[in-house]
């Protein structure tokens, strides 16, 4: 049988004035049933007690953790900061934000799936979230998606929250590579350059995150539906087009590396707009593009109508 507790994980946890929640999330991690872990902190200039907490933490566990100084630029920045950080070495790398809380299996069930897949192979392991309030009571869940991940999926939306991620050095490798230009954020561009070169996503239906909804969440489940509105309407004046440009140059970065089937998709994706109505529905079905939600695809319908994808 195998040892999975030899396979290291760097833990990379962005922090911001994070202090009221940390805590929590920091003893998460002293609970984890996987011990083999390295934790690594970019820390973009707190300027509450984020930082006093982390030091705390960092003289009181056996585990190496690491603080460092961020970009000050976005969150975004902040966690590619860490990736291309050439100091930090493991097995696995698991993305971590600062207010949510870990359930003690997480690393062991990521672990466990990783294990069993090659590292020549680039490979993410994914899943949905608990959700919780700002007091940690439950609320609900992320949604649970049925069809598989894929590239084709990808295109259209993100499955992979980055706070559940746990991927290799081949994946890490694939995320070094298209960050060197615009990306929308970085936990969506993992989930499109490991299925468009042919990697393997594992997406768990069990939840491995307790995931904090709060007025202060960058990304969450927990939108309004005024918020949601707000968002349809954004995405119509313009927004959707400029993600999917930006995916669309990312994925040109690692082009040579996609398969052929995955570069066809890409190619009569990005050859959607400004045809006629009949062309761009056309283009979108050859493609092979899917939501994995209804309100999704009718979405993306919409998009098609009004000639903006």
Known sequence: MRNHEESSIAILLCTYNGGQFIDQQLASYLAQTHKNWSLWVSDDHSDDDTLKKLHFFSVNTTNPVNILKGPMSGVCNNFMSLINNNNIHAKYYAFSDQDDVWPK??????????????????????????????????IGFSPEYSRPPSFQNALLQ?????????????????????????????????????????????????????????????????????????????????????????????????????????????????????????????????????????????????????NRM
């Open 105 to 138: 299996h997480k690393l062991q069930a990521a672990v466990e799936w990783l294990d069993n897949v090659s590292d020549s192979i680039p490979a993410l392991y994914c899943s949905r979230t608990q959700l919780i309030d700002v007091a940690g009571k439950p």
């Open 158 to 306: 993100n499955i992979a929250s980055g706070n559940s991620m746990v991927f290799n050095n081949k994946a890490r490798d694939l995320l070094t590579r298209v960050g060197g230009g615009a990306m929308v954020i970085h936990d969506w561009a993992l989930y499109l350059a490991v299925t468009g070169v042919g990697g393997k996503v594992y997406y768990d239906s069990c939840p491995t995150v307790l995931y904090r909804q709060h007025d202060n969440n960058l990304i969450g489940n927990g939108m309004s539906f005024m918020t949601r509105l707000t968002n349809y309407i954004h995405a119509h004046q313009r927004r959707k087009m400029i993600w999917n440009d930006t995916n669309i140059a990312m994925m040109k970065e690692i082009e040579t590396l996609m398969t052929d089937e995955n570069r066809k998709t890409l190619y009569e994706f990005s050859s959607i707009r400004d045809r006629s109505i009949i062309e761009r529905l056309y283009l979108l079905i050859k493609s092979g593009v899917y939501h994995q939600q209804l309100v999704g695809t009718l979405t993306t319908l919409s998009h098609i109508i009004f």
